[in-house]
């Protein structure tokens, strides 16, 4: 056969090509020169011609049968690593002219170091192949890639493409078998050259495989994942890839281009297209709507929810390794799209019409709703599309503004956010009750945390309060929400909020009732017919059998529930009260579970009883450290406000908290000092009277006579006279404003002054029974006293 002259790409001029024939011929001289210096003639299979081909050479350049080339190999195995004048091993000339995968096979074989050898220009044989492919495309097919084909033409172009991309692909596996990477500065180049001439995606993973340093920078990465993103590669090329970016750009930067993709690839799917097996025209998301399920989808249309999925949890930094979290339930995938700051509206509404029950479900780590998230959602251009997430997360459901995360209502968490005022007035026209309630973390109301929150506009972004007088010098100044204005428009919808008031007159206790009072009151009440709160007989029955066993294992599951409701309930609290402590409790663990109790003064006598039934052992373990016991919290602890319909339902050891906690101790805890003080003493300087410290009183008298040092040795009944023990107005006030109704009327002011003063009596007298009490109990205390001050004081 006569030679093929060299491509185009490879063209020299005459006088270059003579000279290296030269070059090449002497080099070939040299090399066959034998120990003694003589000159044995070439194997026949090893002459070149004038261009430098060797039969080998010429046999990859034209279309040999296969036995023969074969029959080459048998003879002699360095055919293989003959270069001619450019420098062009067989193999190059193979995947320059796509020859078959069994002679490119057989070459790589005979001598596998070829495969990363390069020419005289510096391309090696796995360049030439991808340039090949590259010529044979067919460029006249408008609008083709990788993602899952609906038509046969798109499935022809599929398949082609693979076919034409079989040795690069061959060249590849090689290199991979033979832990070849790509070094070459040429070569690293190839990965973006490859998916820019629509490489197959098997093509694709196998050079960023053998490539790995050629994603050495930011750029590059932009530009893989612009072109991966572009031409729709499968979920598996994209992950290889993310895999490969990580080292060279930055995480924010990367989780941007993936919301990108989503956004793009749910636009895609939302697109009525023409399909094959559909006689109208059907887009991808009204499929999945319609169907129902995922199980009943097509290849096609299932395809395009796993991309989705996939684009959904990269763009939320939930995790980078898809295997893993494809597995995420698909009532979580909508607060996924809504932790993203810049949803879109349409995808949040489709995930929802999905799956309609997802906005019932809380997120499996943060806890939060929908709702919620919704409403800490910022980053949007307009307020437009942040109405639509709001009102998509809210319907179906109403009840939703009323759920709570991590104690906060949706309303305080969009004031936190520094949502534009609609997204404020459309929760209150849900509910204006809303706007009473109190933030459990700063105490405030909904108007106060209006006037201190700050505001954003527009474009997500806080405002930085630098107006003009108009109150409007930015560039979304129509859409700026004021301090004054969201204020203002809660005080509207509630005014009765400026009051420190109890709601008691319909059957919802609301206001500043503590969550777990509640919870205790609705285990414990029902509301009847005649709107009254009344005891109900069928749990309080199961309250005095579960006191009563010996047994601690709750086996009816509705007290169960309740109990563990009850749990979660203090320790919620706990975490909320003691977050700017710095030695705290071990959250969830049972041995501290009556401390944490003890710290919330609005925990029910009820339920500390029913912790000591269920943990006996917990009353006399002292805090780490410390002498800290829980009668010692008790007594530091705020006394029990009961609301006005509770009674003794149930027949407990003691009427109060600190009594039963006292009646469970040891008496030798009862003696210890915690902070320099006795139980009792501490009991009597936090302001309880008689009520609360007379089983302190039965079970240890002795400290009835124990001075206390701090205070000039002064002994418990002068403690409970001196002003230490006397609790400000507002306390006063506080401990009994559940059980009334304050007049909201401003005209009222002096009715409301003269329940202060009547509260204030109230206490005056019931201090003065704590002092009777303490001096009957133990008379001799006067003149331990009197002796103990000595003959110097007339006045004792």
């Not at 995606?201 to 960023?208: A, I, R």
């Not at 805890?669 to 302190?696: F, M, R, S, V, Y």
């Amino acid at each position: 056969a006569s030679p093929a002259p060299p491509p185009a790409e490879g063209q020299e001029t005459a006088d270059a090509t003579t000279n290296t024939n030269e070059k090449n011929t002497a080099d070939t001289k040299e090399k066959s020169l034998d120990d003694t210096g003589t000159e044995d003639l070439l194997a026949p299979l090893l002459q070149t011609d004038a261009l430098g081909y060797t039969p080998m050479h010429l046999a990859c350049v034209e279309k040999m049968p296969s036995k023969l080339s074969q029959q080459l190999f048998s003879l002699n195995k360095d055919v293989a690593i003959m270069k001619d004048n450019q420098g062009r091993l067989p193999l190059h000339h193979a995947a320059l002219h796509h020859q078959s995968a069994g002679l490119l096979d057989r070459l790589v074989r005979s001598h596998p170091a070829t495969i990363a050898v390069p020419d005289s220009f510096g391309r090696s044989p796995l360049r030439y192949a991808l340039l090949q492919a590259e010529q044979r495309r067919d460029k006249s097919l408008y609008g083709m890639d990788w993602k899952y084909p609906v038509t046969q033409r798109q499935a022809r172009w599929q398949s082609t493409q693979i076919s034409q991309w079989s040795n690069v692909q061959l060249l590849l596996k090689s290199m991979i078998r033979r832990k070849k990477l790509l070094f070459h500065a040429n070569d690293k180049a190839l990965v973006l050259e490859a998916v820019q001439c629509f490489a197959p995606p098997d093509v694709v993973c196998f050079m960023l495989t053998v490539g790995v340093k050629v994603v050495a920078n930011e750029t590059t990465s932009v530009i893989l994942f612009s072109l991966l993103f572009r031409f729709n590669y499968p979920i598996n090329v994209i992950e290889v890839a993310l895999q490969m970016c990580l080292r060279t750009m930055s995480m924010p930067k990367l989780v941007h281009f993936f919301r990108q993709g989503l956004v793009r690839h749910f636009d895609e799917g939302c697109m009525e297209i023409y399909r094959d097996l559909c006689e109208t025209k059907l887009s991808f998301r009204d499929e999945l709507l319609e169907a129902g399920g995922v199980a009943a989808l097509e290849d096609a249309c299932r395809n395009w929810w796993d991309r989705l999925k996939f684009f959904l949890i990269v763009s939320t930094y939930q995790g980078l390794h898809y295997d893993e979290d494809l597995g995420i339930p698909q009532d979580q995938l909508v607060h996924s799209a809504l932790s993203i700051p810049d949803v879109a509206p349409s995808l949040v509404d489709f995930l929802l019409r999905l799956t309609p029950d997802c906005g019932l479900q809380p997120d499996v780590k943060s806890g939060a709703l929908p709702i919620h998230l919704a409403c800490k959602n910022t980053k949007h251009t307009s307020i437009g599309k942040r109405m639509q997430i709001f009102k998509c997360a809210l319907e179906g459901d109403s009840n939703l503004r009323r759920k709570e995360y991590r104690g906060r209502l949706p309303l305080h968490l969009a004031l936190l956010a520094g949502q534009p005022l609609p997204v404020l007035q459309a929760i209150l026209a849900l509910d204006t009750q809303t706007a009473a309630q109190r933030d459990p973390m700063t105490r405030l109301f909904p108007f106060q945390m209006a006037a201190l929150s700050h505001p954003s506009n527009g474009n997500g972004e806080k405002k930085d309060g630098k107006e003009d007088a108009k109150g409007s010098n930015h560039p979304h100044g129509d859409v700026v929400w004021s301090k004054l204005d969201a204020s203002f428009e809660l005080l509207r919808a509630c005014p009765i909020a400026i009051f420190p008031k109890m709601y008691m007159g319909s059957g919802n206790l609301k206001g500043d009732i503590n969550p777990i009072t509640l919870h205790a009151v609705n285990w414990c009440y029902e509301y009847s017919q005649d709107k009254k709160w009344v005891p109900c007989e069928y749990r309080i029955q199961q309250l005095k059998e579960l006191l009563s066993s010996k047994d601690t294992e709750i086996a009816d599951e509705d007290l169960k529930q309740r109990w563990t409701k009850a749990k979660q309930l203090i320790w919620q609290l706990y975490k909320i009260r003691s977050a700017k402590q710095k030695s705290k409790l071990k959250l969830g663990d049972d041995r501290y579970l009556i401390d944490a109790a003890l710290m919330n003064g609005s925990t029910p006598p009820l339920l500390i009883a029913i912790i000591l039934h269920q943990h006996p052992a917990s009353v006399n373990k002292a805090l780490s450290k410390n002498a800290w016991y829980p009668v010692h919290l008790a007594a530091r602890s705020p006394s029990y406000s009961p609301l006005p319909f509770e009674t003794s339902c149930i027949e407990l050891p003691a009427t109060t908290t600190l009594g039963l906690v006292a009646n469970a101790s040891k008496p030798e805890n009862l003696k210890t000092l915690a902070a320099g003080k006795t139980p009792l003493e501490l009991a009597l300087t936090t302001g309880k009277t008689w009520d609360d410290i007379q089983e302190l009183a039965k079970l240890h008298p002795e400290s009835l006579l124990h001075p206390h040092s701090q205070q000039n040795g002064q002994y418990p009944f002068q403690l409970a006279a001196s002003k230490e023990s006397s609790p400000s107005a507002y306390k006063i006030v506080r401990s009994r404003s559940v059980l009334e109704q304050w007049n909201t009327d401003p005209s009222s002011g002096a009715e409301n002054a003269a329940k202060i003063k009547g509260y204030r009596e109230e206490y005056r007298v019931e201090k003065l029974t704590t002092v009777f009490e303490l001096l009957r109990a133990k008379p001799t205390a006067v003149f331990v006293a009197a002796r103990a001050i000595g003959t110097n004081s007339v006045s004792c």
